[in-house]
C-alpha cells in the first residue's frame, strides 16, 4: 500500500510562471514500454482539469529504435504539434540530438545512468539516477526495464505538481481498474517521486494547476472512437489485413463487438476475419455487403493500393461497403508511423476508369465515431464503397473527447427489397426514383424474383451482360446521378466565416487543430480569416459560395501536391483562380507556429483596418 | 429412387426448366457447357430451392457459365481470380446460403492461387468447382498453371513449367472433400457434385473440361511453330471450328480409359476403384503423386474428411445470419453507450 | 489455278456515284472466322490506292456472339468511324437491327440463307445464296463454314468494283505469302464474285475506283507498331498477364523479338514471361528494371488496378518501367471489347501518396512505334515507370501508316555508373546535377561502392532507411524536382493554331482522327478551331500558352468524367475558367459527326467573319 | 578443409566483417538476427564475391534482415508478399547473380502465397529463406498462415486454423530443393545454407525462427483472453523483455530434439537420419505429412532433384546478361526496320 502522498513543492519561480502550459516530450526507445508512464502522465494531467494530449511518434519498429511521446498541456484547450520545452531523455541513443533541440529555457529529465550529454547552460537540468532507484524493486528481473520508466513518471509528476494521488488514480485508470496492475507499478512511481523531491530543487517555471476544463470529456484514440461508431452503426462483419497504423481500429472493433455485441448465449452477432491481404479483405467486405450485411475494412497505404481493383468492382456492381484508411506516409511502404493526408485523390478516384468514390474527412476524435456509423448508412443508402479517411495522428494518438452522442437517426437500410414487395418484373438496376439509386435484394430472400447475377462486366437495368453502348451510356450516366444524390447524404462542411474576412482557409482531418490555433494568433494580429473545414467529398454548394465569398481561398493540407486543392480547381473551374495551396508533408503532425508561416503570406489585415 | 422427369415438378415444385438459365454464349461443345447442364439436373434432382443457393465466379469463360444455370438464384461473377473472397464475406454474411461456385484453372490456378489456397484452409461452406481445360479460353488459349509441361499448342507455344495439380494443392491446403471429374462423364459428375453440396466445408471439385476452341487441330499439332516466319494452319485464331461434346461412356471403378480430345490428343482417366478409402489423407496424396508420374489423372472422390469445422462454426455464427440481424440487434441501447464511454 | 480474273461491271449509275467514299459492315457471328475475309477486303481497296481502315466491333466471347468489322474507303484520307451505308449481312442474330440501322438509299448483301430480314423499300439489297455457293466447294466440313466468308468477299468485290486479280494478291498477302492458303481460298472468293457477276445488277452508287493514295503506305495494328517499336527500343524483357486488348502487342512482340533479336546460334537477347498475374508482372518488370534491363509490360484496366502498389513503388525507388495501358472501357471489368480513355487520370496518379507518373499519349500507329522506343529512353533517363496510353481502337485496329521512321537518337541509359566511375562515397540518391536524377549503379557491378538496398520505405540520399522528416522532405522534393524535369523528356504537344480561330481544342490519342475530319468540315462552315494535341504528361509551357491564346479552349475525350479537363484545370489554375469539357464514352470510336455536334455549341465563326 | 578465422581474408580477400551490413534493428534474441549471421559466415566460408549476390526481401521484420548482412551486395527491399516476382524480373534480367532471397512466413505463407507457389514452379535460381516465426511480427503478433491450429497467443487470440506448411507446398509445387532449419542450429543452418547456393533452382528453405516480442509469456499463456475486459499482462505490447538467443546444441542426425521457447511452449524438431534419401518425392512428402501428424517438425534436407531446368535455361539466356546487353545488339539495324516493314 502507498503511505499517503507527500505534498508537491511549492517553490516555483512565480515570476515567469508557465501554468498548465507547455510541451514536453518522453524520449526513449522502442520495445522498452514506456507508452503506459506516458499515457499515465497524460492521464494525470487530464485528471488535473488540464486540456491535454499526447502524440507518439514511434518507428516502425519492435524493439530499440528512438521513439518519442509528445505531450502537451494547454490551459486554452489548444493540442496541436508543439516543439517541446521539457525533455524526458531515457533514450542514449538520442541523446544529443534531443538536448540540443531544446530552447533555451528548456528542462532535461535525464536518465543520469546515459554518458555525455551536451552541456548547456540554458536549459535547467534535473538527474535521475534509474538505476539506483530500481535497485530495491523488488519484480522479476525481465519486468525491471519496463518498471524503470515509472521513476520518470514520479519524477516529472513531482516536477510538475502533480500530486501522488493522481498519479495513482490515473495509473489505475490506465489499468482498467485492475488493481493488482497497480500495485507492482506504484511503488516505482513513488520512488521517483521522492527522489526528486529529497534530491531535486525545482528551478523551472513549469507546472500544472488544477482547473475546470476536462470535467465530462474523455480521452480516447481516434481508432477505438471509430471502432465504437462503427459498433454503433450496427458493423456485422470486418474483414482486413494487418497493417499499420489501421490495425488498432480492428483490434478495437473486436472488442466492443465482443462486449457490445454477443448474445445472452455467447454468440456473437459479428464475424471480424484476418484476411490473407488486402485484395482479399476488400473482396470478404465486397461480398458480405452485397449479401446484406453493414461490412468494413481497415487498412492504410499500401493496402489501399491492393484494394483498387475490387473497390471499382463495388462501385459498378454498386455494393455497399466502408473502407476505413488510416493514412500513413507514402509513397509506396513510405513512413509506415508517421502521419499524412496522402492518399485523397487516389482513394477519391480508386480504380480504372471513371469511378468515383465518397470519402468522409474526420477532424476529431468525435467525428471518427459519428462517421463510424454514418459511413454504414452512406454506404448502404448509396450503394456504394465508401472511405473514411482519417490518419495515424488522429488515429493513433489520444485525444481529450466529448462524450459520444448516440446516433440521432435510425439506420439508413437504403432501398432494399424484400419478399413480396419484389415485383415480378424486378430489375436490379431500374432508377425508379430519378435518384440515380435502384433498389436491390439481397441473395436468400425467398422471392426468387428478385435474383440477379451481380458483374463488374457491363449490364443492362436488369444486370444482364450487355454490350451496346446505349446501356453502357445509361448506366454510366445513372452512376453520375447517384453522386449527385451522394452529395446530399454525406456529412455537409463546417463553415466559419468571419466579418471583414476577405481571405478564406479550406482544410480537413486532423490538421484542423493547428489550423484552430494558427487561426486565433492570426486574427489576434489582425489578420483574420474564414475557414471552411471539409467534411467530405463530394463538395456540395456550401465550398462554392464560400469561395465566392472571399478573394482568395488557401486550400492547407499534408500532402506533397496539394490534393484537394486540385480537386477542387476540378471541380470549381471558374473559381480555381480565387484557390491557392498550402501543401506540406514531412510525416510530423503540424504544428500551430507552422500553419502561421504558411498562411501569413497569404492573409491581409481585415477590412477597415490599416495596411 | 429414381430422379423425376424434367417436366415433372420436383419437390419444391419446379420443373428443371426452372434451374435454367440464360442461354449459353460459350462455344458449342465446351465441356464448360456439359458441366452446367448436371449443375441444373443436380439441382432438380435434389429438389433445390434456388432461392436457398447462391451461384459464385471468378472471371473466364467456365466464370460466365453461372449465368447460364439456375437463373432464380442470386449469384456474383466477381474478379478474376479472387472469387474466394467474394465467397468468404458472402457466406459469413449469411451462412445458411449454400454456394456453388465455378472458377477456370487460370482463375484458381494462376491469378487465384493464393485465395484458392486460403479460403480452402479456411473450410469455407461451399462446391468449389474448376472448370480446368488448362488454357485460358476467354484470352484465347495461352497456357494457364495446369498445363502439362511440355504440352505444345500452336498459338501458345510450348509450356515449360509443371502443372500445378489443384487436386494435390486442396489436399495438402487441409481440404477436407477433394474429387476430381471430368465433363464428359455426366453420371459421375453429378454424383460428386451430389456428395459436394452435402459437405460442411469447402468441396474441392476439379473437373476436366477442355476447351474447343484452344486446342490443337489433330492435323496441326505438330507441324506448328511459333511465329508469322513459319506456317501458319488453315483456320485463324478467330474460327472455331464445328465440335461435338465428348461424352465418355460408363467405365467401372478402377478402370483406366483413354478419351481422345477434339484436338486428337489423349487423356487418360483412371477412375477410382470401389473399396478404395478416401479418409487416409497420406494414401490420397501418394496416390495423385504416382497417378501424375505415371501421366493419368485420377477421377472420383479423392479424400474426404468431414471432421474440420467449417468457418461458420469457427465463428460461432448463430441461427440468424449476420445479414439477417434487425437494427435492435445490431445498434446497442444509449446505456450501452454511456457504460462503455464511462471507461475513457 | 484461277481462271484469268473477269472484268467487274462498269454500269453503275454515274449520277450520284460515291466513287471510294463509303462505310461498310460486316456482320457475323464471332468464332466464324469472318477476320481474314474482312482484312483482306481492307486490303484490297487499299492495293487500289485509295485509303481505307478497318474497325472491329467484337464481343467479349470465344464463338457465336455478333461481330461487326467496319471498314471505311476514303478518298479524302478520313478514318474515323462512320455509320454504314453498306451492309453484309451474315449473322442471323442481328439481321433486324442491323438493316432497320441503314441509312435511306444504303445496301444491303445478304446470306440468302438467313430468315426474315425486314424488307424495306429505301435499300439495295443483294441476296448471296452462301450454302448453294458452298455445295461445291471442295474442304475438310470443319472448314466450310470458315470459307463461306470468302463468298462475300468476292461478291462485295464485284459490288465495288475491285478487280479478281486485287482479291487475289490482297489474300496473297493476307496470308504473308503462303501461296497453299490462298489457293485453298481464292476458289471460294471466285464462286461469289461470279455469283454476283451472273445473278446481280448493280443498283447502288457506291465503288472503289483506283487511286495513288496508299503508295509507300503500310497497314497495321497500333499493338504491332507498339510491339515493333518497344523491339528497336531495345527491350529486352517483358512480362505480362493476358488481357483484352493488350494481348496481342505482347503476341507481336514476341515475334519481332523473336525474328530480330535472336543470336546466330539461336540464342534470344530477350525473355518474355508469362507472369500469374498482373501483381507478379509489373513485379518482374522493375525486378528486371533495377537490375539494368528495358524492361516492359502491358496490360489494361483491371490489370492496372492491381499494378498500383507497385508502380508506387518503382516510383519511389526510382525503377524504370515501361507500362502500356491498352484502354478499355471501365470502371471494373467493364467492357473487355470496347475503346475509352477512361485510365488517365487514375495511371498518372497510380499508387497511394503522392505519385505522379510520366503518359505518353500516342494517337497513331506511327506514334506507337515512336513511343515504343522513346518510352524506354524517358524511363531510363528519368528512372521511373512510364506510362504509355494507347486503347482497343489504336491498338487493334488496322491502319494506314506511314513507314516507320528509324529510331532518330540513340538510346539514352540516363545516369548509369558503371565499375570505376563509381565514386567510393557514392549514394544512390544525390543529386549531383540539380535535376533530381541522380545516378544509379546497377546489381553485378564489380565495383561493391556501387551497393545500395533498394527499398519503398523512407530514405537519406545513401538509400539508407530514415524516418527523419528532413530527409522524407529533401527526397520527395527531389522526387518533385525530378518531375518537372520530365517535363522536358517527353514528347511536346504538337500545336496548330489556325488564324482568326479563337476556339481552342485540346485531344489526345485515337481520337484525333475524328477530330481532324470534323475540323475540316467546321473550318469549311466558317467555324474553325486551332488544335493541340496533348502527346504526354506531365505538360509543359505551350499548354499554357495555347489556352492562353484563345478565348475557350475545349477538351475532348473519350471518357465520362473529363478527366484530361479535370488534370489540366489542377495544373493550370489561374486559366481554368477558360478550359471546358467534351467527354463521352460508350465504347465506340467518336465519328466526326459526333465531334461536331459536340464542339458546335462551343464553336464560335472566325473573328473577322458576320456571326 | 577448416574455415578461416574471421578477420583473415578469405579467398577473395574480404574478411569477415566486409560481409557485415547495417547494425541490427531487430529485437534482441530474435530467431532472424541468428540467421543473419549465419548468412554473413557462410558468404565468408566459402569465398563469395558481394558483388556477385544480390539481397532481395519482402517486407516484415525478417524481410528487413538483408540490411544486416552483405553490405558490399546490391540488394531490393520490395512489396510485402511480391519479393518473388522482383526476383524473377531480376534475375532474368541477369542470370549470372547468385541471390539470398529473405522472406517471412506472413510474406510468403500469407499475402505472398500465390508469388512463393509461382516463383518454385518457375524454379527460378535462387535461395529462398523464410524466416518462420508463425506470426506476424512487424506488425505486432497477429497469426500467420503458418501458425498451427489452436496455438493460442496473448494478443492474437486463438489460431483456428490449420497452418500453412511451406515445406509441403514447395514439394507439392514442384520444388528441387526443399529443406528445414532452426535458427538455433547454426551448424545445420549453414550445411543448408551452403547446399541452397550451389543449387540451380529454387532451393526452399523454411527456418523456425522464433519471435521473441509476440509469443506468450509462459506466466500469462493459459490465463490470458481477449480484450480490455479480461485479465491484462504486466506488460503491455510495446514492451519486449531481454531474451536470450536460443541455441540448440548438437543433436545427431534421426534424433528429435525438443527446443524450449521463450513462451515456454515447446517445439520438436526431428533431423533427417542419416541416409534418408532426399530424391524420392512420394517418400519425402509423406515424411512431412507423418510428422505433422505427430506435431513434429522435420529439419534438414527433405528433397532434392537437380534435374528440372532452371528458369535461365528454359529461357535460353546466353552468355551475356540481358542488363548487360550492349546497344549494338539491342536496337536492330534500319536494314532490319526495312525488311519487316516491307512486310506491311
Ligand atoms: C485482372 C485481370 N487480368 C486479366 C484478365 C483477362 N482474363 C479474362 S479471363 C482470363 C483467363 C481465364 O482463364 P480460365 O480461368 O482458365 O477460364 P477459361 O476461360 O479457360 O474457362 C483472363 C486472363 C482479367 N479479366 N482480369
Ligand atoms: C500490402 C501490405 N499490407 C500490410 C503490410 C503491413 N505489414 C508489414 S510486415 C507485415 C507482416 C510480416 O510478417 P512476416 O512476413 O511473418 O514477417 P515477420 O515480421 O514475422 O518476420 C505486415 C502485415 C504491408 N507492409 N503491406
Ligand atoms: S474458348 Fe474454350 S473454354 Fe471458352 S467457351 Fe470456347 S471452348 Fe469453352
Ligand atoms: S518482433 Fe519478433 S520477429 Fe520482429 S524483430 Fe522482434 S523478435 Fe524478431
Ligand atoms: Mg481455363
Ligand atoms: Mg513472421
Redesign the pocket.
Known amino acids: 500500500m502507498p503511505e499517503s502522498p507527500p505534498a508537491p513543492h511549492g517553490d516555483a519561480p512565480a515570476s515567469a510562471a508557465r501554468v498548465s502550459d507547455f510541451s514536453l516530450v518522453v524520449s526513449t526507445a522502442n520495445g522498452t514500454g514506456s507508452q503506459t508512464a506516458n499515457l499515465t502522465l497524460l492521464r494525470s494531467i487530464f485528471l488535473m482539469g488540464v486540456p491535454v494530449h499526447g502524440k507518439n511518434v514511434f518507428p516502425s519498429n519492435i524493439q530499440g529504435l528512438p521513439t518519442w511521446f509528445h505531450i502537451r498541456a494547454s490551459r486554452d484547450g489548444w493540442v496541436a504539434r508543439q516543439d517541446p520545452e521539457l525533455l524526458v531523455a531515457f533514450n542514449p541513443a538520442t541523446l544529443h540530438e534531443d538536448v540540443d533541440s531544446l530552447p533555451p529555457g528548456g528542462v532535461v529529465i535525464r536518465n543520469a545512468d546515459l554518458r555525455g550529454a551536451p552541456e548547456r547552460d540554458d536549459l535547467v537540468t534535473y538527474d535521475l539516477p534509474v538505476k539506483e532507484l530500481m535497485d530495491g524493486v523488488d519484480a522479476a528481473p525481465k519486468l525491471k526495464g519496463y518498471l524503470a520508466n515509472m521513476t520518470y513518471l514520479g519524477a516529472i509528476g513531482w516536477l510538475l505538481g502533480l500530486p501522488l494521488d493522481v498519479l495513482e488514480t490515473a495509473l489505475e485508470q490506465q489499468f482498467g481498474g485492475r488493481r493488482k496492475l497497480v500495485d507492482a507499478n506504484l511503488p516505482v512511481v513513488e520512488r521517483g517521486w521522492r527522489h526528486a523531491d529529497a534530491h531535486w530543487t525545482k528551478a523551472d517555471p513549469f507546472r500544472v494547476e488544477r482547473m475546470d476544463a476536462t470535467r465530462d470529456l474523455m480521452l480516447i484514440t481516434g481508432n477505438d472512437a471509430a471502432a465504437l461508431g462503427a459498433t454503433f452503426g450496427g458493423a456485422t462483419f470486418a474483414a482486413w489485413y494487418p497493417i499499420t497504423p489501421s490495425t488498432s481500429l480492428v483490434d478495437a472493433l473486436r472488442e466492443h463487438l465482443t462486449e457490445l455485441r454477443t448474445d445472452a448465449d455467447g454468440t456473437p452477432t459479428w464475424s471480424v476475419v484476418q484476411a490473407e491481404d488486402e485484395l482479399a479483405a476488400i473482396g470478404m467486405v465486397l461480398g458480405a455487403g452485397w449479401a446484406g450485411a453493414r461490412a468494413m475494412t481497415a487498412t492504410s497505404g499500401p493496402g489501399l493500393s491492393l484494394m483498387a481493383?475490387f473497390t471499382g468492382l463495388g462501385y459498378f456492381a454498386e455494393v455497399p461497403a466502408v473502407i476505413w484508411d488510416v493514412q500513413r506516409v507514402g509513397p509506396s511502404t513510405g513512413l509506415p508511423t508517421r502521419t499524412s493526408q496522402g492518399d485523397l485523390a487516389f482513394a477519391h478516384g480508386l480504380g480504372h476508369g471513371d469511378a468515383k468514390h465518397p470519402v468522409l474527412l474526420p477532424a476529431t476524435v468525435e467525428e471518427c465515431f459519428e462517421f463510424g456509423w454514418k459511413a454504414f448508412d452512406v454506404a448502404e443508402a448509396a450503394q456504394t464503397p465508401v472511405f473514411v479517411l482519417t490518419d495515424l495522428d488522429l488515429g493513433m494518438n489520444t485525444w481529450m473527447a466529448e462524450r459520444f452522442a448516440y446516433p440521432d437517426t435510425p439506420m439508413n437500410r437504403g432501398k432494399v427489397l424484400r419478399g413480396d414487395a419484389i415485383p415480378p418484373d424486378y430489375g436490379r438496376y431500374h432508377d425508379v426514383d430519378g435518384d440515380g439509386i435502384a433498389p436491390r435484394t439481397l441473395p436468400g430472400d425467398p422471392n426468387a424474383d428478385g435474383a440477379y447475377f451481380a458483374r463488374g462486366t457491363g449490364h443492362d437495368a436488369d444486370a444482364v451482360y450487355s454490350e451496346r453502348p446505349e446501356h453502357w451510356r445509361a448506366n454510366t450516366e445513372r452512376l453520375a446521378r447517384k453522386y449527385d444524390t451522394i452529395r446530399t447524404l454525406v456529412p455537409r462542411p463546417d463553415v466559419d466565416r468571419v466579418d471583414g474576412a476577405t481571405i478564406g482557409v479550406i482544410a480537413y482531418g486532423s490538421t484542423l487543430h493547428a489550423i484552430h490555433e494558427a487561426r486565433a494568433a492570426l486574427a489576434a494580429d489582425g489578420t483574420p480569416f474564414s475557414l471552411l473545414r471539409l467534411k467530405a467529398l463530394p463538395i456540395d454548394d456550401a465550398v462554392r459560395a464560400f469561395v465566392e465569398a472571399h478573394d482568395a481561398t488557401v486550400v492547407v493540407e499534408m500532402n506533397r501536391d496539394g490534393q484537394l486543392a486540385d480537386l477542387l480547381r476540378a471541380d470549381l473551374p471558374d473559381l480555381a483562380p480565387k484557390l491557392r495551396s498550402v501543401a506540406h508533408l514531412d510525416g510530423l503532425p503540424f504544428s500551430a507556429a507552422q500553419i502561421r508561416t504558411w498562411l501569413t503570406p497569404h492573409l491581409v489585415p481585415a477590412k477597415g483596418e490599416a495596411a | 429412387m429414381t430422379p423425376p422427369t424434367p417436366l415433372v415438378p420436383n419437390a419444391v415444385g419446379l420443373t428443371k426448366r426452372d434451374y435454367g438459365g440464360r442461354p449459353s454464349t460459350l462455344c458449342k461443345g465446351c465441356g464448360?457447357n456439359a458441366i452446367a447442364n448436371q449443375i441444373v439436373q443436380v439441382a432438380y434432382e435434389l429438389d433445390v430451392a434456388p432461392e436457398s443457393i447462391i451461384k459464385l465466379s471468378?472471371?473466364?469463360?467456365?466464370?460466365k457459365s453461372p449465368a447460364y444455370f439456375l437463373g432464380r438464384s442470386h449469384g456474383f461473377n466477381a474478379?478474376?481470380g479472387r472469387m474466394p473472397s467474394i465467397a468468404t464475406g458472402a457466406l459469413t454474411a449469411n451462412h445458411h446460403l449454400r454456394t456453388i461456385a465455378v472458377?477456370?484453372?487460370?482463375?484458381s490456378g494462376s491469378?487465384g492461387l493464393g485465395q484458392f489456397k486460403h479460403v480452402v484452409r479456411r473450410n469455407l461452406r461451399m462446391v468449389y468447382l474448376i472448370?480446368n481445360?488448362g488454357?485460358?479460353?476467354?484470352?484465347k488459349g495461352q497456357f494457364?498453371a495446369t498445363a502439362e509441361d511440355g504440352l505444345e499448342l500452336k498459338y501458345a507455344g510450348t509450356n515449360p513449367y509443371p502443372p500445378v495439380d489443384l487436386c494435390s494443392e486442396a489436399l495438402i491446403g487441409g481440404a477436407g472433400f477433394v474429387a476430381r471429374g471430368f465433363a464428359g462423364d455426366a453420371a459421375q459428375l453429378r454424383e460428386l457434385l451430389k456428395a459436394a453440396l452435402a459437405f460442411d466445408g469447402t468441396a474441392v471439385l476439379d473437373v476436366v473440361s477442355p476447351?474447343v476452341a484452344f486446342n490443337n487441330d489433330d492435323a496441326s499439332q505438330k507441324s506448328y511453330a511459333y511465329g508469322r516466319a513459319n506456317e501458319v494452319p488453315l483456320e485463324d485464331v478467330g474460327y472455331v471450328p464445328p465440335r461435338e461434346d465428348i461424352v465418355l461412356d460408363d467405365h467401372e471403378p478402377g478402370e483406366t480409359r483413354v478419351v481422345e480430345l477434339h484436338d486428337g490428343s489423349r487423356l487418360a482417366l483412371s477412375k477410382i476403384e470401389e473399396g478404395y478409402d478416401p479418409t487416409d489423407r497420406i494414401a490420397a496424396l501418394t496416390r495423385l503423386q504416382e497417378a501424375e508420374a505415371r501421366g493419368e489423372l485420377v477421377t472420383g472422390l479423392i479424400y474426404y474428411d468431414a471432421s474440420r469445422p467449417s468457418l461458420a462454426q469457427e465463428l460461432r455464427l448463430g441461427d440468424t445470419a449476420l445479414a439477417d440481424l434487425p437494427e435492435e440487434r445490431l445498434r446497442p441501447s444509449p446505456d450501452a453507450l454511456n457504460r462503455v464511454l464511462d471507461r475513457y
Chains 1, 3 share one sequence.
Not at chain 2, 471468378?58 to 466464370?63: F, P
Not at chain 2, 472458377?103 to 482463375?107: E, H, I, L, Q
Open positions: 481493383e | 464448360h471468378g472471371i473466364g469463360c467456365s466464370s474478379l478474376h472458377s477456370g484453372d487460370g482463375d491469378i472448370e481445360n488454357v485460358y479460353g476467354l484470352t494457364s476447351c
